[in-house]
């Protein structure tokens, strides 16, 4: 792969089809992708590629089906290949907050973005849940202290000297990092939801947050991958996409 960012692989094919509404905007497409590479079990592309489809009846030839399908696993492609890498998906001008009379806020295009991740994770989260199945039948079979060791090696780097994520649960870690994605993904939702002290202080620590989102994103495929060990067939799966 080269240097460009997965979104480039899909930025053309799913722009032309997103001016007439059958898909959603690129930005929205590639935090779908994200989300579909970063599950612990990687669905086939037959189940996940309509999710992307927006209007039941959509105008689409068999050419136009055929050039999205391969837009979508080169899209998919890319993001694993960062994942391999340790690379960020995005732009690190998106973690940069935007000015507005209401104070800082994330951009229009992280908000596509994190709102596509969290459409496909909805849509996946059985899979994240028979994962952790699969990690508490490895825990009968070996000790917490082993497994958690074993699972912390490659771990760490993104949140150093804060938390003893050795300690926490996959489902602690999870949540923390769909907490942040959705609040960053509709934040007014969120303010909403707070006492006005809450959303006092939501509103004032809104740069820092975005400013931490590639260590939480880190943190969620980290996971994964931690999860995904504990499938059974992962190498057959892993080898069936790239």
């Known amino acids: 792969m080269s240097e460009a960012l997965p979104i480039t692989y899909i930025q053309d094919v799913v722009q032309k089809h997103a001016a007439s509404n059958v898909l959603p905007p690129p930005m929205q497409a ?10 612990p079990e990687i669905p086939m592309p037959e189940q996940w590629m309509p999710w992307f489809i927006q209007q039941s009846g959509s105008r689409l ?3 136009d089906v055929d050039e999205l399908a391969d837009t979508l696993m080169n899209g998919l492609r890319a993001h694993l290949d ?33 709102n596509g991740l969290l459409q496909v994770h909805k849509m996946v989260e059985p899979v994240w849940q028979s994962a952790w199945r699969h990690l508490e039948q490895k825990r009968d079979t070996k000790s917490d202290k082993k497994l958690y060791e074993q699972a912390s090696e490659d771990k760490g780097r993104a949140h150093q000297g804060t938390r003893d994520d050795a300690q926490e649960t996959p ?21 909403k939801h707070r006492t006005d002290e809450q959303a006092a202080q939501l509103n004032d620590n809104l740069t820092l947050l975005i400013k931490q989102l590639p260590a939480v994103l880190q943190d ?17 799966m892993f080898n069936k996409v790239t």
């Not at 340790?86 to 596509?112: C, I, K, M, Q, W």
């Not at 489902?171 to 303010?191: D, G, H, I, P, W």
Request: hydrophobic share 50%.
């Open 30 to 39: 590639d935090g779908m992708i994200f989300a579909v590479a970063a599950t």
């Open 61 to 63: 030839i068999d050419s």
């Open 82 to 114: 960062f994942m391999r890498q340790g690379r960020g998906p995005l732009d690190s001008a998106l973690f940069v907050a935007v000015d507005t009379p209401s104070g800082a806020r994330p951009s229009e295009s992280l908000v596509l973005w994190l």
């Open 171 to 191: 489902e602690v870690r999870l949540s923390r990092c769909l907490k942040m994605f959705s609040t960053l993904a509709n934040v007014e939702l969120a303010l």
């Open 220 to 236: 969620y495929i980290k996971l994964a991958g931690e999860l995904a060990d504990a499938l059974p067939n992962q190498f057959e």
